[in-house]
């Protein structure tokens, strides 16, 4: 009988994710031409520039179009963008776990940012993993798992898959080829790209590369809201990673996107760092803790278009032109 509800689960997952998987972000462009035409690309490009603990609106405005570029995933049209924001860029696709990563940026600055999902069934695998345990033997025999928090399963495998093949050696060939070694460095994501790029950020602190900030974007529960397995203090994975790295780490949620509430339970959850809310004319307010959804009251709103829940969790329709409102109209 325990089986039936984490069946049911999956069955809410699977719809919400190969439903809106394709409008989460936006439409791809099949054509570098029509690119630059794109709103998203072409307003006039703002570096994101050191901001640590004081949350900088430009920042985010510029990171979450960073996450727009890498869910492209064509090297043609991300070369024409990184082209247009005087940028360079190295793009990975990994096949194990289907993580792709783009490291962009110049001699003033660098950003890693990890794709969202899409309608692919390794993405839907990775978020189906929501169990907190790690399960890729390969990963957990080379070590690759240490310094990871525990959380989501699937985000700690794409993660783990990242530094496998090559993130750490990757982002320091880039920064030297680009001569922005000193130069600040972001981690960003939407969506399922948000929880690995939280992930991300303890291990690349403990390889000794320095993180200024982290902007993740309709992220959905990533470390882990249970108590450690070996804290005397009785702590939770996310207040020990809060209690690291969340002066730094800047959570956005825009009003009616639910992707950051999908649980498989319904139960208080504080993300680690400073949580957002957006709304559509750009104001933003701040809240410490949300509930988590169920399976049943997830059901609920695995109906796109009596929801309108894709729209909600849309970078290009929703969280890029909140962020924008947000920032001063004289920038523009």
């Known amino acids: 009988m325990k089986a039936i509800p984490i069946i049911l689960c999956s069955l809410v997952i699977s719809l919400i994710c190969g439903g809106c998987a394709v409008g989460k972000v936006g439409r791809r462009v099949e054509k570098a031409k029509d ?5 998203w690309v072409k307003d006039p490009f703002i570096e994101p520039v050191a ?13 979450a179009r960073v996450c727009r570029l890498v869910w492209e995933t064509d090297r043609i049209n991300i070369q024409k963008v990184s082209s247009q ?18 490291i962009f940026g110049n001699h003033n600055y660098t950003v890693v940012s990890f794709r969202a999902t899409q309608s692919k ?28 928090p525990r959380g989501n399963a699937g985000f700690r495998e794409g993660a783990a898959d990242c530094f496998a093949s090559g993130l750490v050696e ?18 960003t994501g939407h969506s399922l790209g948000g929880g690995i790029a939280l992930l991300v950020r303890q291990k690349l602190e403990a390889a000794g590369i320095n993180v ?15 108590l450690t397995r070996d804290s005397k203090y009785k702590e939770t994975e996310a207040s020990i990673y809060k209690s690291k790295f969340g002066s730094t780490t800047f959570f956005h949620r825009y009003e009616g996107d639910n992707v950051p509430l ?60 909140a962020l924008k409102k947000g920032v001063k109209e004289t920038q523009f």
């Open 35 to 39: 690119i630059v035409k794109e709103c």
């Open 51 to 63: 901001s640590g603990s004081s949350f900088n609106p430009n920042n985010a405005l510029t990171l």
């Open 85 to 102: 924001w005087n940028a360079r860029y190295l793009f990975a696709d990994l096949p194990d776990t289907h993580s792709q990563y783009l």
């Open 121 to 148: 069934l390794g993405d839907i695998w990775t978020v189906l993993k929501y169990q907190e345990y790690e399960d890729n033997p390969e990963y957990k025999a080379k070590k690759i798992y240490e310094d990871l």
């Open 170 to 187: 990757d982002l320091n060939n880039f920064r030297s080829g680009t001569g922005a070694e000193k130069s600040p460095l972001f981690v």
């Open 212 to 226: 200024d900030s982290v902007y993740v974007f309709g992220c959905p529960v990533a470390v882990s809201g249970k």
């Open 262 to 321: 999908l649980r498989p339970t319904n139960k208080m959850y504080s993300p680690p760092g400073w949580s957002r809310q957006l709304t559509a004319n750009g104001a933003m307010s701040e809240y410490q803790e949300y509930r988590t959804m169920n399976i049943f009251t997830g059901g609920a709103w695995c109906i796109p278009w009596l929801t309108g829940m894709i729209h909600n969790h849309n970078l290009e329709r929703s969280y890029i032109p």
